[in-house]
């Protein structure tokens, strides 16, 4: 579970109704950009192999479902309770805290030594693909934030 909540923090997908924001693909535009505001999971999807994609995003507890990613200016992303908290927490409150960065190209998002390719990354979505090796058989996971 506490990898899937990791995933769900590497993926974001963001909906602004704010300020539309210009994509530049310069790193400093793409850190500007994920640093604006909080996102937040709207779909976790797994496969093993070639196998079908499954979003598992539904079984996860409402208390968890509005839980919020904010990447800082200071390369620190924090992981905090949304409006519904689950018990013990209270909301908004602070869960965990870790280290974020793009990789040279900004194709990639590192969190907590995580690498998540970013599959689409724009004002209002972020969708991102984590890889692992299970004993042979690739498992991936997809995860969309939005804002």
Not at 48 to 67: S, V
Not at 102 to 124: P, Q, R
Request: aromatic share 8%; proline share 4%; with cysteine.
């Amino acid at each position: 579970m506490n990898r899937n909540l990791m995933a769900v923090g590497l993926i974001l997908l963001l909906v602004s109704c704010e300020k539309e924001y210009s994509v530049d693909n310069s790193l400093n535009e793409k850190v500007k950009l994920l640093t604006s505001k909080e996102w937040v999971a709207q779909k976790v999807e797994e496969r093993n192999g070639n196998g079908p994609w499954e979003d598992i995003f539904p079984q996860f507890a409402p208390c968890i479902k509005d839980n919020r990613f904010k990447f800082n200016a200071d390369f620190t992303l924090v992981y905090s309770e949304g409006p519904t908290a689950c018990a013990p927490n209270t909301p908004n409150q602070v869960i965990e805290t870790q280290s974020w960065k793009f990789n040279n190209d900004g194709t990639v998002l590192i969190t907590g030594g995580v690498e998540n390719k970013i599959l689409h990354f724009d004002a209002n979505k972020l969708v991102v693909l984590i890889s692992e090796n299970d004993a042979g058989v690739i498992k991936e996971t997809r995860n969309t934030f939005v804002r």
